[in-house]
C-alpha cells in the first residue's frame, strides 16, 4: 500500500478557459530561448502557450529560477517543470522517498505564472539508464507517490504528472521495461485510488516510430497518436479522465521540408482538434550536440544567418493559426486611497491612489486591466483613470483618478474597481462623499503705496497640497481693498488650500484658508509694489 490520504484534492480536469495548445521543449531557460519560445509559441493570434522546462537537484536556485518564473510571466509563457536529479556516468542518480520534502519547499517557494503549477515527476523510468541503472516499477511508484502527495499537502494547486515512458521500449530488464507492464504495475487494485487523488493530468512521450521518422498519418502505440493508446490503457486499468500533455514528441533529423510538413499535419490533424490534449511541447527547441543534435529545432551557428536562425520547422509551426490562451492567475491586491468626503459641483478633481499587486498577473491595460468606478446608481460625474502599464507582481504603482463633476448634488457611495476584460477582480473599500454648492469667496488685500486699493486686474490662484494650480481667476475686482470670488471650483471642503493673489508691479501674497460650505474669508498680507521697494533699496 501507498498510505491514505487525508487531504482534499481539486479535480484534475481543467477549468473551461481558453486554450493555447503550442509549445516547446526547452533544453537551458536561458532568456534568448525563452524569447525565441514566445516568438514560435504565441505567434499568428497566440498568446500563452506552454514550454517544458528541466529543473536538476543541484540547480535549485531560488533566485534563478524566480527570475526564470518573472520572464517567463512577462512573456506569456506556461511553465512546465519536469523534476531531475543529477548525471552520474551513463545513468541518472535515483531519487528516494527522502528527497520529496526539499523538492517541495523549493517548488512552493517560488512565485508560479499561473494557478496550476505543472509538474513532471522525472522522466522515462522504464529506462535504466534514467532511474539509477536499472528499471524498478515498484520503487519508482513508491517515490512518485510520496512526491505527489507532499506536494499536493503543500498546496493544492500542484498539477502533477508522472513520468512521461517510452512506448518503443521492449520488455528486457533490467535496462527496459515495456510501458505496458510498467503503467499495471503503477496502477494495481491496491493503489488506483490513491493515484487518481494525487494526479491532475497525463504526460506522452508520442514520438513517431520506427527511428523517429514515422508517418504523421499513423496511429497506435508508437506513433505521434501514442496518447490515444496510453488513455485507453490506463482507462482499463481504473485511472480517471485525465488531460493530455505531449511534453515530448517530433521527427529526427531528415529531409528539413518534409518534417516541417509533418509538424503542419500532426498540429493541424491530430493534435489540435483533439480536447484532451491540453499542450504540445516538441523536443526540443536549442540542442547543440549529442545525443540530440538531431532534434534540434535550432540550426548549428555555421550554418545560421541573420534571415534563418532555425530549420523549417520552426517558421511552419510559427505560421499556423494560433488562438489567445487565457489561462487561470491567481489575482490579489489592494487599492488604498484617501479621497475627500466632501466635493462641489461643476468642478474637476485629481487625486492619487495606491495599488499593490501581490497575484501572479502583469496588470497591463494591453492585457485587459483598467480601473473603474462602480455604483449601484447613477454616476455623479466623469472620470478616467490614467493607464496601467506593467504592474507586476509585488509592485507598487500610484495612479491618477481625474473626475469631473456636474450638478448632481447630494450623498453617493462608489467603489473602486479593478477589472480585467471588463470583469472585476478586486476592489477597494467603499468611498462615501457629497457634493454640495459651489462655496463663495470673499477676500481682503491693500496696495502700499497706494491709500485706496482699487482696481480690476488682481489675480487670484488656488493651490492644492500637491501645489497644483486648481482655479484661476483672472480680471478680479477689488474695491476699497474688497474682493468676492462668487463660485469657488475645484475644491474639496475641510481640505486646506494656499491662495496667492497677483497684480502687476506689485509682489503677490499668500493666505491658507480650509473651505467650508457657503461663504469663506480670507485676508491677503498688503501688496507692496516692487517698484517701490526697489528704490528703497538703493536710498
Excluded at 497706494?450 to 482655479?471: H, P, T, W
Excluded at 480680471?475 to 475645484?490: H, Y
Aim: proline share 5%; with cysteine.
Amino acid at each position: 500500500m501507498l498510505g491514505v490520504l487525508l487531504f482534499p484534492i481539486k479535480s484534475a480536469i481543467a477549468d473551461e478557459v481558453k486554450n493555447n495548445k503550442f509549445g516547446i521543449h526547452l533544453a537551458q531557460p536561458h532568456l534568448e530561448d525563452l524569447e525565441k519560445a514566445k516568438d514560435l509559441v504565441n505567434s499568428n493570434g497566440g498568446d500563452w502557450g506552454y514550454v517544458t522546462l528541466v529543473i536538476q537537484e543541484n540547480d535549485r536556485d531560488k533566485n534563478k529560477w524566480q527570475e526564470v518564473f518573472d520572464r517567463m510571466r512577462e512573456f506569456h509563457l506556461i511553465p512546465i517543470i519536469r523534476l531531475a536529479t543529477v548525471p552520474q556516468a551513463d545513468k541518472w542518480r535515483r531519487p528516494s522517498k527522502e528527497d520529496a520534502e526539499g523538492w517541495v519547499n523549493f517548488l512552493d517557494s517560488l512565485h508560479w505564472v499561473i494557478k496550476d503549477r505543472y509538474i513532471i515527476l522525472f522522466n522515462e523510468p522504464n529506462h535504466g539508464s534514467e532511474w539509477g541503472g536499472e528499471v524498478d516499477v515498484d520503487d519508482y511508484a513508491q517515490v512518485a507517490f510520496e512526491f505527489a502527495k507532499k506536494l499536493k499537502e503543500k498546496n493544492s494547486d500542484f498539477f502533477v504528472m508522472l513520468a512521461g515512458l517510452d512506448a518503443s521500449a521492449p520488455s528486457s530488464t533490467p535496462s527496459f521495461e515495456d510501458e505496458g507492464v510498467f503503467l499495471s504495475r503503477v496502477f494495481n487494485n491496491e493503489t488506483i485510488e490513491q493515484w487518481n487523488y494525487v494526479l491532475s493530468g497525463f504526460a506522452s512521450h508520442s514520438y513517431p516510430n520506427p527511428d523517429f521518422a514515422g508517418s504523421p498519418y499513423a496511429s497506435g502505440r508508437g506513433s505521434v497518436r501514442t496518447y490515444e493508446w496510453e488513455l485507453k490503457f490506463l482507462q482499463q486499468l481504473g485511472v480517471k479522465d485525465l488531460p493530455v500533455f505531449l511534453t515530448e514528441t517530433g521527427w529526427r533529423r531528415g529531409d528539413e521540408n518534409t518534417v516541417a510538413e509533418h509538424f503542419k499535419t500532426a498540429f493541424e490533424n491530430i493534435w489540435l482538434p483533439d480536447e484532451r490534449i491540453l499542450a504540445v511541447t516538441p523536443f526540443v527547441l536549442d540542442y547543440q550536440g549529442e545525443p540530440f543534435l538531431n532534434f534540434s529545432w535550432k540550426l548549428p551557428s555555421a550554418k545560421a544567418s541573420e534571415e534563418h536562425e532555425f530549420y523549417p520547422q520552426f517558421y511552419m509551426v510559427q505560421s499556423l493559426s494560433k488562438i489567445k490562451g487565457d489561462p487561470v492567475q491567481i489575482e490579489n491586491g489592494e487599492i488604498n486611497f484617501d479621497f475627500p468626503k466632501d466635493l462641489v459641483a461643476h468642478s474637476s478633481y485629481h487625486f492619487i491612489l495606491r495599488l499593490v499587486n501581490s497575484g501572479q498577473a502583469v496588470w497591463d491595460k494591453d492585457f485587459g486591466y483598467k480601473l473603474a468606478l462602480f455604483s449601484q446608481e447613477e454616476k455623479p460625474f466623469e472620470y478616467f483613470f490614467s493607464d496601467l502599464k506593467k504592474v507586476k507582481p509585488f509592485s507598487e504603482v500610484e495612479v491618477d483618478l481625474y473626475i469631473k463633476t456636474n450638478g448632481t448634488l447630494g450623498k453617493r457611495k462608489l467603489k473602486l474597481i479593478l477589472e480585467k476584460n471588463s470583469k472585476p477582480i478586486s476592489e477597494g473599500k467603499e468611498w462615501q462623499f457629497e457634493i454640495f454648492p459651489l462655496p463663495s469667496l470673499n477676500f481682503k488685500t491693500s496696495l502700499y503705496p497706494k491709500l485706496r486699493s482699487s482696481a480690476n486686474d488682481f489675480e487670484i490662484q488656488v493651490f492644492n497640497e500637491e501645489q497644483e494650480v486648481i482655479l484661476k481667476k483672472r480680471n478680479v475686482e477689488v474695491k476699497a481693498g474688497k474682493g468676492t470670488i462668487n463660485e469657488v471650483k475645484n475644491v474639496a471642503l475641510g481640505k486646506k488650500y494656499r491662495l496667492v493673489i497677483l497684480k502687476r508691479y506689485y509682489l503677490p501674497r499668500q493666505s491658507f484658508t480650509i473651505f467650508h460650505q457657503g461663504k469663506n474669508e480670507v485676508k491677503f498680507e498688503r501688496m507692496c509694489l516692487w517698484i517701490s521697494i526697489l528704490t528703497e533699496n538703493w536710498t
